[in-house]
């Protein structure tokens, strides 16, 4: 009887292990900004597109919602943040710590509201190659998104 209480725990655990987490990011670059001061609000605009990035993204389920401290990219991710129920997170696109980010966002769908010269090294360093260049300065339409399962790593980047 030990021997097979033994050999159903060793069982169950190994089947724990063997399941591996995934994470997925979406990120964005802020919408269309009102004024070329350093921290304006969205233009009317960009508060057009920030609910059609919500409406667009309306199935996914988010866990957590970060932006940079700047108005419109706080702007731009809050219709996701409210309708998630979640509180948008401030982080430092300037020099983010992707292991530690990585580390709190494990098993996680997250959303990533960013600026055109930092969104694109984000994804890059989210998936370990200088696979994306900045983001023209005219296009606020590029979604990246990066799925981690296990050692497996895919990104895709959609012009919406």
Known sequence: MRKLLFLFLFIMTSSLYAQEVTTTYFLIRH???ADQSKDTDLSEKGFERAAKWDQALQHISFDAVYA?????????????ADRNHKTIIIYDHKNPDIPKFKKETLGKTVLIAGHSNSIPGFVNALIGK???KE???????????????????TDYQLQF
């Not at 700047?70 to 809050?78: D, H, S, V």
């Open 31 to 33: 919408a269309e900004k």
């Open 130 to 132: 200088s696979k994306y």
């Open 68 to 80: 940079t401290v700047y108005k419109r990219t706080q702007q731009t991710a809050l219709p996701i």
């Open 135 to 153: 983001i023209d300065e005219t296009n606020f339409g590029n979604l990246y998104i990066v799925t981690i399962k296990g050692d497996a790593t």
